[in-house]
């Protein structure tokens, strides 16, 4: 169980152009979900956090207008990379946890999205 | 505030030999404790967590850790290394709104 599945796994795109990436939880209701950012051979950085229903919380120094998350369901989360450039090329993992706001269940991370921006 | 510490960005053992990563937190409030491991172009696979019972835990794979909350450790061993067990390995630290504070990782070479 605590599968959680991301979408694309893969995309290259233009400079200026906008990027969703998808965030699923298959067999559980996620009602915290987390998206990171990777730089290669770096640790994964938190950039925001979202729950159910309500509006992200963003770490410091993550532009909320530039990465929009929505948080529709108790399944889904997405995350926007908008008007896209070559530096926002990076890995991006989403995690999600299930039980109450604020809870110590475990998070189960996607498998990743590679964004590459020309 | 949290923070994690891992030891060693790079260990490499002999397979069949021990593994051993080490992670130290830093953590106001009874901390969480977690391994994770990512293989190339992956996410993160939960190998096994600390929430306050036993103070040594049994993960997957062969692996275990061991809370010290006296040298504020929570090291992850391996008696004998595989060379499957090759990849990046993250020591993380949940924080007062249970997100994850993760260390710089350990990347974990296995010779032949």
């Known amino acids: 169980g605590a599968v959680v599945s991301q979408h694309p796994s893969r995309v290259i795109c233009k400079s200026g152009t906008s990027v969703k990436i998808e965030c699923r939880s298959l067999d559980f209701q996620a009602t915290t979900m987390f998206w990171y950012r990777q730089f290669p051979k770096k640790s994964l950085m938190l950039m925001a956090t979202s729950n159910e229903g309500s509006k992200a919380t963003y770490e410091q120094g993550v532009e909320k207008d530039k990465f929009l998350i929505n948080h529709a369901s108790l399944t889904l989360s997405t995350l926007t990379v908008t008007s896209a450039h070559p530096e926002d090329s990076s890995f991006y993992i989403c995690s999600a946890r299930g039980g109450l706001a604020g809870s110590t269940d475990t998070q189960y991370f996607g498998p990743g999205t590679r964004l590459t921006v020309l | 505030a949290q923070s994690v510490t891992q030891l060693g960005s790079h260990v490499s053992v002999s397979e069949g030999a021990l593994v051993l990563l080490r992670c130290n937190y830093s953590?106001?409030?009874?901390?969480?404790l977690f391994w994770y491991v990512q293989y190339p172009n992956q996410g993160l696979q939960l190998l096994l967590k600390?929430?306050?019972?036993?103070?040594l835990v049994k993960g997957i794979n062969g692996f275990e850790a061991e809370f010290k909350k006296s040298e504020t450790s929570f090291h992850l061993t391996k008696p004998s290394a595989h060379m499957s067990d090759a990849a990046e390995y993250f020591c993380a630290v949940g924080g007062s709104a249970r997100q994850l504070t993760f260390g710089s990782g350990t990347q974990l070479t296995v010779l032949p």
């Open positions: 953590s106001s409030v009874p901390p969480y």
């Open positions: 600390y929430t306050s019972a036993a103070t």
